[in-house]
């Protein structure tokens, strides 16, 4: 049952770990993967082979279509959401009751394999929808409507051969990182360059999901846990959504522990000359945990300027395939069971969010000059793993000892600004190009056009210096800024300027977007670099301006 060019497919259808393994493979049998009593219903690829192989796009669509002829399979409603650069089909597969329900519900999205090499996210969900479609986690689809997009980086996936993850405990042949337009796209979410983003925004402005899952698998350090996490970590989200969100992870931390796994926040081992504030240090050499980016270009950090909640997961590549896929099964399960627990307090988070951003009454702030926020001091748990292969043509891999050690040591998890500056009433684009349009369109943000040339009081960053690499990054040369901003006074606004006002929704996504002195805007880049000369192109409107309740149309 194919016919995937159509919009739906089908509506019928610790100090030292007590053998950590072992209590995962037992979680797996419980609640998790496929065993000899399920001997009829479908088989994933990694189940099939012993977790030797991995999925194809092929093999995934055989088994969705699978999942929609068992007992309830009427739960899964399957379309296509998009096409890759090569023109892959991007598979959707919404999980909901059929019953209708008149109360408030939860929406998630959890994707998987963004990196195509990364490759336990996408068996991790195939298992879930085979859960969903047998009848179980009914208690959590009474509160909760679910989006899986199994295979994100479809092009990357197909792209598959032996090396492609050095080091990785299994399979030996996986996907390739990058998309078929050799970009990340786990770095591409403010530039929207690939297909595959665009598609992706588009799912983030139709279903507006109160969760964002991202599933990946980590190769950094040696450390202890079967899979760690993050948070939206931009400095410019909402505090009351980051409050939320680290509960929401504390709580899933405590229910993976009960179900035999040991996770923490994502980082890695480092040693810094660094004492948490940012400034130059006189402690040399300090050994520390430290997370990863603040910037938008992640997806994680992108979709919290969202006012939603976005969660990174990485297995910890040096475990087995098997206890990959158990780990990250289960941390999907646990946060969509623990949304739930929280969910009117996470609704009501939310609306408040968005009624702030909304009413345009000046509290809200641009945080940059960003750097890590003072440490902590916690307990990590330190891995040790074993090197096999890599001579005489066998693969390299490194394999997780089942043992760790506990070690005190400061932990960088969290991001602050140094400077602040308050979101003018709306910004101004005189001479905007299609290009900067058409991403605006695409990142939902609403503006309006000038029709009758107008006068404005506003404020225009004047340019002292730029800077950015001579090699390229992600096909665009960063750019970054220095300047000021001049005085206030009237500008004149003539026909085709477009109006993106601050009393709106994604105001603070439109910030970072259009600001000169944004660390990931679209000046960075180099959208507005043509246009870059003594003065930045983008004006500061102090004039109130009425609120847009379409999103531009043109």
Request: glycine residues 6%; hydrophobic residues 35%; charged residues 25%.
């Amino acid at each position: 049952m194919r016919g995937r060019a159509t919009t739906t497919v089908c509506m019928a259808r610790t100090s030292s770990s007590c053998h950590p393994f072992l209590l995962a493979m037992l979680s797996s049998l419980i609640g998790g993967g496929a065993t000899s009593q399920d001997s009829k219903l479908p088989q994933t690829t990694a189940e099939s082979s012993k977790h030797t192989e991995t999925s194809r796009v092929a093999d995934v669509e055989k088994f969705v279509d699978a999942c929609a002829d068992l007992s309830h399979g009427n739960r899964l409603t399957v379309r296509v959401a998009g096409k890759s650069h090569e023109g892959r089909a991007m598979t959707l597969v919404k999980v909901s009751l059929p019953e209708a329900s008149d109360e408030q519900r939860l929406r998630a999205l959890v994707i998987g394999n963004i990196h195509a090499g990364e490759v336990e996210g996408k068996e991790a969900v195939q298992e879930l929808l085979r859960e969903f479609a047998t009848g179980k986690h009914e208690a959590l689809l009474k509160h909760c409507d679910v989006w899986f997009v199994p295979i994100y980086n479809l092009d990357g996936n197909e792209a598959i051969k032996v090396g492609n993850r050095r080091g990785q405990n299994g399979p030996d042949a996986v996907g390739q990182r990058a998309n078929a337009q050799r970009l990340d796209l786990n770095r591409d979410f403010v530039k929207a360059d690939a297909p595959e983003t665009r598609v992706m925004l588009s799912l983030f402005r139709e279903i507006d999901p109160h969760l964002f899952v991202d599933l990946h698998t980590t190769n950094g350090s040696h450390h202890g846990y079967h899979l760690t996490y993050a948070p939206s970590l931009s400095s410019n989200l909402d505090p009351a959504i980051d409050q939320l969100s680290r509960k929401l992870l504390v709580q899933s931390r405590k229910k993976m522990k009960s179900r035999g796994f040991d996770v923490f926040d994502y980082g890695n081992f480092e040693t810094r000359d660094w004492d948490g504030s940012g400034a130059p240090s006189s402690k040399k050499g300090v050994r520390g945990w430290f997370t990863y980016d603040h910037r938008p270009r992640y997806g994680i950090n992108y979709y919290g300027l969202r006012n939603r909640i976005g969660i990174l997961s990485e297995a910890y590549s040096y475990a087995d395939f098997k206890t990959r896929i158990a780990a990250t099964r289960a941390f999907v399960l646990t946060l969509l069971e623990s949304m739930v627990a929280i969910k009117d307090v996470a609704l009501a988070t939310m609306a408040t969010a968005d009624r702030r951003a909304h009413s345009g009454d000046g509290s809200l702030y641009l945080g940059t000059d960003t750097k890590f926020a003072a440490p902590e001091q916690i307990d990590i748990l330190v891995g040790t793993v074993e090197r096999a292969g890599g001579e005489d043509g066998k693969p390299l891999r490194f394999t997780r000892v089942d043992e760790s050690t506990k070690e005190s040591l400061p932990v960088a998890r969290r991001f602050r600004s140094r400077k602040q500056s308050r979101l003018p009433n709306a910004w101004a684009i005189t001479a905007p190009t299609p290009e900067v349009m058409q991403r605006l369109r695409w990142h939902g943000i609403r503006f309006r056009a000038v029709e009758t040339a107008q006068t404005s009081v506003a404020r225009q960053f004047e340019v002292t210096k730029k800077r950015k690499p001579k090699r390229p990054y992600q096909g665009h040369q960063e750019l970054v800024l220095e300047g000021k901003w001049l005085a206030a006074k009237p500008e004149k606004l003539p026909v085709g300027t477009i109006i993106i006002p601050t009393n709106q929704r994604l105001a603070m996504l439109a910030a970072m977007l259009l600001e000169p002195l944004s660390e990931d805007s679209l000046s960075s880049w180099n959208f507005f670099e043509a246009a870059t000369n003594t003065y930045y192109p983008v004006l500061r409107v102090l004039d109130k301006q009425p609120a847009l309740t379409q999103p531009d149309k043109r």
